[in-house]
């Protein structure tokens, strides 16, 4: 996937993550590194004098807090950021923009059920640049619902529903784009199995999808 | 100490805190042989994207009992094993201070962990639920085998074993350290210990109950974690407020044992040892309010995930605190990298990295991706395998020469000590490249772009575990063929090796000669006399395990094991009353702020604490699931008020003529303490009668019946389990009412009336708090 293509949830997930982790592994690499410059450095030799034991009698209050302070601040100043990007994956645009999708997971496999009374079984089809509002549900045990293309995932739950809202990008060339859909919650021995397919399209070759899916459902009667 | 020969009746009758270390940590060893050849099993199926070497149910089996068994039959265990051998000895207390409770948690973990395995065995196998045996797969409706029910069972056997085991170890720390032991001088792996087990105290019960109300819904059709008001979410609620304490259940110990370490071969004080404690505390204070962070994903409110994401990150500025600590006590010292320094300098290495990667998912936002991934998996792997494991193995080595007189072979030590910590980073470090990988899963055929990653995990894992064998190995050849020891190898400074408890000054001094020549004194009385051998721990702990496979097999079987843990709780009451077992004489020395209270009471006291968390946990989850329905029967309709009151009174009225019983022999009453007895076991068994012959029956006919919905589910769960306590309180009283018969309480010893009117009042607060919940709301 080109940079581009990234879904919009991607690209901060990306951000948030190579931030936290250059801290991280400066904090790392910092500690690390003086744990073994001193095991190697001070170890013991020949005629090394062992420092007196009644060397530190001051507890060391303010490196203490020097270091807490270092630390709540660089801890919290990314929970700000968590905070800002969890309000936008939390809160989905209004409905009128949007496509809602139900997303029911069962002993192994999901189905999804469109607002114009179609079902589809394992494979979900939904239009690029509009946001898409998934509401997940389970009918049997506890699933989970994620799509690691887009660095989201929400718990399947009976007897819950919960939103998970995403938004395809439009591939430079529009082409249709499949993304995989698994279960991330042990649910049995079909768990493994338990996959499905997100198939990103164009708006108007959804829109023809969609209107060819409810004809064919109103040939055969179904409801 | 220099017991001669092998004797099995030893070995099963000991309640010797030396002895019961060694079993501990010998049992705890086969446990990681277990589990880990079922990680062998798993990494080998993972190896290539698919693999016919495990079918799927059996798969799932093996992910389950590899994590179950892992965490909680071998980890803590380690932890407890090691602890009993070395915190009597860190605070000069000649042996724990209950002896053969000590023994019973041992032998229930036993064969707790029989029993678990046994699942195994069983038509349908074992539990295929993942260690965290999430509803409603852990129904009967999804995982019909006995051996979920059984495996539910053995852990609810196990945390009961770990609560008698915590009571004891807190008991032992608050009162029996010896003179010089102030709090100040508590060595740091006692307080690590102590901060375990206070952990364990109140994470244990909750799953206690958590394991009842699934035992009940599995056996006698209750419905909590079968319908939607309770269902996922109650059961994540109560196992991850025991899950996430268990972490620091497993890591502080190695945190301890890594302290010990470093300043014996650093020659250095802990750094901020003061610090180190308050850190200690606050890790172990914070630990208890971050569950929340295992249900990110569970869409519960956004408020209250953001709250449990910032007491995540809050955690984290403690326990960062407790590791550069560590570090900072290597920046003066003079360093000898022996066998046990290594493991404890490479198990720091791991706990650096398994905290970072834990703050990762700490971060709501990251969690979205991470959340039941394989990234999960390697953080995770650090904290428990990398710290704890690498931390215990120090422990193995550090106190080798002490345990076992005799010394390993240090060379080979350090080989298999690189050799592991290699193979464990080749094993779990490409975890950290498989975020979008899901756990548990026995193929990925559909993503052949885990390969490579899988595959160097796996050759990790053959590097690893071979390595971790032949580390026990070394360690038995050291114990058969070694080399004899010195007393203090290593020129360690701390108590349990210098028997000197009253401070470094005062050993220049020459005043600790006399403290010496008391160890001395004391090990050489420490061979255990005839009277501290009891068959009774073992004995009940297999009427236990027999007990619970006949109540999920065969009825008939189950009676059998009642029956012999009745006859061993009677014959333990009749030594009791005959004096027949040599109870340990606490050695007078600090015990500040519990000077003027016994060891029977403070032990009881803590006892209550984790009846209260238990009684809480299940209140809670009554409490939940009545909000969350939305409708529930009135309480007038199915309940008969006028009967609820009348028991409420007789229990009440059970209480005072217990109280009076308290107060007739503090005056040297016989008779009045005889009275009072009969009256209240008199009262307490008509308010049993009541209940199960009267009330029940009645409601029962009323349609009123336990597989009825979520309030009979509640109502009878929780009325049956204070009724099992009220029946334990008279069967208590039973043994009191004998004793005073044959005249052997006196105004100066009478501590167990005490202690059951203690229980009693506990039992009696428990019904004025269950009454109106049920009967007037």
Known sequence: MSQQALPPSAVDWNNFFNLTSYIGLIAAALVIGLMVYWAINNRYRKGRPVTAWQGLGRAPAREAVTFAAISTILLFGLAVGSYRLNTYLQYPPPISESLVIDVTAFQWAFSFHYPNNVTTLDECRIPTGQPIIFNVTSSDVMHNFGLPDFKVKIDAIPGRYNILWITAPTMPDNSTMTYQIRCYELCGVGHTYMIASLIAMPPSEFNQWLNSQTSSMNMTGGS | ?777
């Open chain 2, 1 to 777: 100490m220099a017991y001669q020969g092998f004797s099995i009746k030893r070995w099963l009758t000991t309640t010797d805190h030396k002895d019961i270390g060694i079993l501990y940590i010998v049992t705890s060893i086969y446990f990681i042989i277990v589990g880990g050849s079922l990680a062998e099993l798993v990494r080998i199926q993972l190896a290539v994207p698919s693999n016919s070497l495990l079918v799927p149910a059996t798969y799932e089996q093996t992910v389950t009992l590899h994590g179950l068994i892992m965490i909680l039959w071998f980890l803590s265990p380690l932890g407890v094993g090691l602890a009993n051998y070395f915190v009597p000895k860190q605070i000069g207390a000649k042996d724990m201070s209950f002896p053969r409770l000590n023994a019973m948690s041992y032998w229930l973990y036993l064969f707790s962990g029989v029993l678990l395995l046994s699942t195994l065995f069983l038509p349908g196998g074992g539990a295929g639920t993942g260690w965290t045996l999430y509803a409603p797969l852990n129904t009967s409706l999804y995982s019909p085998q006995p051996g979920v029910t059984l495996a539910a069972l053995a852990f609810a056997m196990l945390a009961v074993s770990v609560t008698i085991s915590s009571i004891n170890f807190i008991t032992t720390i608050l009162r029996a350290r010896a003179k010089g032991v102030t709090w100040r001088r508590l060595p740091a792996f006692t307080w690590s210990i102590l901060m375990t087990n206070i952990l364990m105290l109140f994470a244990f019960p909750p799953i206690a109950a958590a394991l009842v109300l699934l035992t009940t819904d599995r056996v006698l059709g209750t419905v909590f974690f079968s319908s939607f008001e309770g269902g996922s979410i109650l059961w994540a609620q109560l196992f991850w407020f025991f899950g996430h304490p268990e972490v620091y259940i497993v890591a502080l110990p190695a945190l301890g044992i890594m302290a010990e370490v470093l300043v014996t071969f650093a020659q250095r004080p802990l750094f901020g040892k003061t610090l180190f404690v308050i850190e200690l505390s606050a890790v172990t204070a914070l630990s208890i309010g971050v569950w929340i962070h295992h249900m990110f994903m569970t869409g519960i409110g956004f408020d209250v995930r953001e709250a449990f994401s910032l007491t995540t990150l809050a955690i984290s500025v403690p326990f960062e605190g407790l590791v550069l600590n560590l570090v900072l006590t290597l920046r003066k010292g003079t360093i000898k990298l022996t066998t046990p320094m290594l493991y404890a300098l490479g198990g720091i290495f791991f706990v650096i990295l398994g905290g970072i990667t834990g703050v990762f998912q700490g971060f709501i936002v990251l969690d979205y991706l991470f959340h039941g991934s394989y990234w999960v998996v390697g953080h995770f792997h650090y904290v428990m395998v990398g710290t704890a494991i690498f931390g215990l193995v120090a422990a193995l080595y550090y106190w080798f020469p002490k345990i076992t007189n005799k010394m390993y072979n240090e060379k080979r030590g350090k080989i298999l000590f690189f050799i592991s910590f290699i193979g464990f980073n080749i094993l779990y470090f490409p975890y950290f490249f498989l975020a979008d990988m899901p756990r548990r899963i026995e193929s990925y055929a559909a993503n052949p772009q885990w390969w490579p990653f899988n595959l160097t995990a796996t050759i990790g894992a053959l590097i690893f575990g071979p390595a971790l064998l032949l580390t026990f190995a070394n360690l038995i050849q050291g114990y058969r063929k070694g080399k004899g020891a010195e007393a203090n190898p290593w020129g360690a400074r701390e108590t349990e090796w210098t028997g000197n408890f009253t401070g470094a000054a005062q050993a220049e001094e020459g005043v600790a000669a006399d403290s010496q020549k008391e160890v001395s004194r004391m090990e050489e009385n420490s061979p255990v006399e005839k009277s501290r051998f009891t068959y009774l721990p073992v004995t009940i702990s297999v009427g236990a395990a027999v007990f619970l496979t006949g109540f999920v097999l065969f009825w008939p079987v189950a009676v059998m094991g009642l029956g012999v843990i009745l006859a061993a709780i009677i014959q333990w009451f009749k030594d009791d009353v005959r004096d027949k077992y040599a109870v340990v004489k606490e050695a007078i020395g600090e015990n500040w702020p519990f000077n003027s209270v016994s060891k029977e009471k403070v032990g009881v006291w803590i006892f209550l604490v984790s009846e209260v968390v238990l009684f809480g946990s299940l209140l809670t989850a009554y409490i939940y699931v009545r909000l969350r329905s939305p409708v529930w029967p009135a309480a007038a309709q199915v309940h008969n008020i006028t009967i609820g009151t009348t028991n409420t009174l007789i229990l009440l009225t059970s209480s005072l003529a217990m109280i009076l019983a308290l107060q007739a022999i503090r005056s040297g009453s016989l008779r009045g303490l005889k009275s009072g007895l009969i009256g209240a076991f008199t009262l307490g068994t008509a308010f049993l009668a009541v209940k199960l012959g009267v009330e029940w029956p009645l409601e029962i006919a009323n349609g009123f019946v336990i597989s009825g919905g979520l309030a009979p589910s509640s109502y009878f769960t929780l009325m049956g389990v204070h009724a099992l306590h009220v029946g334990v309180g008279l069967a208590g009283m039973t043994y009191l009412i004998a004793k005073a018969f044959s005249g052997r309480f006196t105004a100066q010893s009478h501590t167990s009336v005490e202690l059951l009117g203690l229980y009693w009042a506990f039992v009696d607060i428990v019904w004025l708090i269950l009454f109106p919940l049920f009967y007037l709301v």
